[in-house]
């Protein structure tokens, strides 16, 4: 703990990202002087400005600050980045986002949450549980909270839910005193490079348990059977032979009524009013976690109720008797299965059209096949162009690899602003878009069209 209350002044380098804005609003709580460097301005560093955190668009090492205790980097961000560049050869204290993670967690009580889809709203769901029955954390989350509106808070008690993040095998800097993994498909194979070498460090997560640790693990998993700690549950909303799994399943009005089963204990009337069937598991797991560790059945019930999602997980932008729009960070084949699904047990029957941004060339080449098979299991299909973040093009990998797989009939390959005159000529009834990419700004203008009273 050391590390961190030597830190006056820090600096981010990508700080308009979902886990670095979390760290920033962390040491700004500490009364720490914060600034940062991202590429564009989001609603997110604005947030972050009106906070009183200084924020520069401009890769300019003119601009980036020399009075620095700690400059912190995502890895994101390209090696040759003037201002990283210009930090690393200059002897100042240059780290990962997950060297901060490990330094907060070495001396907390830390619920870490990993799995390759789930984790954000796993992760969100448990953090909500413990603030809103009183129990408090401290949370570093990959998504912004409905309920709350951040990706961060802070409480006195010394208990930590944070997510643990795959992608460059961050996730093994952490110390878990509870571990949850919803998922291990294959994913970030750029990093990898096979399916069993993902599964190689989930294990190994679990493996970093503290000693009477407790692992909660989706029923099924790859490599269930080399997951060991000292209490372990497994959970799956459809099957009874997980510790944890729920009956009397109802759907009422885009909300979900049931019934929690755990070993010798039960939880009736439970309501979600968060879609996706998916959603279910995972609240199952952040519900497991709560009674772990000794929350009331009574404000766990209430807690659930009031939970009103995450931002861009399954999330609700337009809700009217003519027009749904539901806008969600799905960006994996299984992510987009779960998804479909949700919105199918909720609007059984209606016509499903799907507006998918593919995130990354690596990506998009490795999964093509899942992709196809996952966007054929709705009606139509408009996949945008894909969204590169940190990669560079690869030639022959666009979204038309992905269309030229698909078995759909009506599907095609469309620009984003050739999308808002599709919808504003079909006004479609059921919309879902997809992605992680920018497909997010361009939800609030289809919404405006299909919200047109003509």
């Known amino acids: 703990m050391n590390k961190l209350t030597q830190i006056r002044n820090i600096y981010f380098i990508g700080i308009g990202g979902i ?8 040491f700004l709580s500490k009364g720490v002087r914060v600034s940062g460097y991202d590429k564009t301005v989001t609603t997110l560093t604005t947030a972050l400005e009106k906070e009183g955190i200084a924020v520069h668009y401009s890769e300019n090492i003119d601009l980036a600050p020399k009075d620095v205790d700690v400059v912190v980097y995502t890895p994101a961000i390209p090696a040759q980045h003037a201002e990283l560049v210009y930090y690393r050869n200059n002897g100042y204290t240059v780290v990962k986002r997950s060297d ?18 789930g984790k954000t709203t796993v992760s969100s769901m448990i953090a909500h549980i413990l603030r809103h029955s009183g129990y408090g954390c401290n949370a570093f989350l990959g998504g912004i909270t409905a309920n709350y509106n951040t990706n961060f808070w802070s409480h006195e008690r010394n208990v930590v839910v944070v997510e643990a993040d ?16 919803t998922s291990m498909d294959p994913d970030h194979l750029d990093i990898y490079g096979t399916a069993e070498e993902v599964e190689n460090a989930f294990v190994q ?12 693990t989706k029923l099924g998993l790859a490599r269930q059977k080399e997951l060991h700690a000292a209490h372990q549950y497994t959970y799956d909303h459809r099957d009874p032979a997980a510790d944890v799994y729920v009956k009397n399943l109802e759907v009422n009005k885009g909300s979900y009524l049931f019934s ?7 939880l009736d009337e439970m309501v979600l009013h968060m879609g996706g069937l998916h959603n279910i598991d ?26 009103k999602g995450v931002r861009r997980r399954f999330e609700y932008a337009l809700k009217t008797d003519q027009h749904i729009l539901i806008d969600d960070y799905a960006h994996h084949p299984e992510e987009l299965n779960a998804l479909i699904s949700g919105v199918r047990s909720i609007f059984p029957g209606e016509k499903l ?27 139509e299909v408009l996949l945008l162009p894909v969204y590169p973040a940190r990669e560079l093009p690869v030639e022959g990998v666009t979204s038309d690899l992905i269309l030229n797989k698909m078995k759909l009939d009506h599907k095609r390959v469309i620009g984003k602003n050739a999308l808002l005159e599709w919808m504003e000529e079909h006004q479609p009834g059921l919309v879902v ?6 497909i997010d700004a361009l939800v609030p203008k289809v919404k405006i069209i299909l919200d047109k009273i003509y």
């Open 19 to 26: 886990g670095m804005s979390a760290l920033a609003r962390y």
């Open 100 to 117: 901060i993670l490990q330094w907060i967690t070495e001396n907390a009580f830390n619920i870490c949450v990993a799995g390759t889809h």
């Open 166 to 181: 795959e992608y460059d095998r961050s996730f093994l800097k952490l110390f878990p005193d509870i571990a949850v993994i």
């Open 205 to 216: 997560f679990a493996q970093k348990l503290k000693p009477g640790g407790c692992l909660v």
């Open 260 to 266: 929690i089963v755990g070993k010798g204990w039960q």
């Open 282 to 307: 995972n609240i199952l797991a952040a519900v497991t976690v709560a009674r772990h560790i000794g929350v009331e059945d009574d404000k766990i019930r209430a807690a659930v109720e009031a939970f």
């Open 353 to 379: 059209t799907l507006v998918f941004q593919p995130h990354l060339f690596s990506r998009t080449k490795d999964q093509a096949v899942g992709f196809a098979e996952s966007l054929d299991k709705a009606d």
């Open 433 to 438: 878009m997809a992605g992680a990419g920018d």
